[in-house]
């Protein structure tokens, strides 16, 4: 499965990458390159971080399921109050 970014998050992640390489490297990287090393990142990289949010939102899920009895559990007839039982004898 390719990952891929919408248009406009696109833009901003080439713009991202153009002031890294401005301000952490002192160099002019151009839109061409940016998108380059983008499209590289998500492919080489990606999956590794998609993998992961995927792990971590099935554990996520796991643990809302096991405790959904807990926490949607409704005792069942407890409007009348228990009577006591009448010992035989």
């Known amino acids: 499965m390719a990952i891929t970014l919408e248009p406009d998050a696109k833009q901003q992640a080439i713009g991202s990458l153009k ?19 983008l499209d590289f990142i998500l492919r080489e990289i990606g999956p590794s971080v998609y993998n992961r949010a995927i792990g971590d939102a099935q554990v996520y899920l796991r ?25 035989v004898g």
Do not use: Q
Not at 24 to 35: E, Q, S
Not at 73 to 86: G, Q, V
């Open 19 to 37: 002031r890294y390489f401005a301000e952490n490297w002192d160099a002019d990287v151009g839109d061409l390159k940016a998108d380059l090393l």
């Open 63 to 87: 643990e809302r399921i096991a405790d959904l009895e807990a926490a949607c559990f409704e005792k069942e007839f407890a409007y009348w109050p228990p009577t006591p039982r009448r010992s």
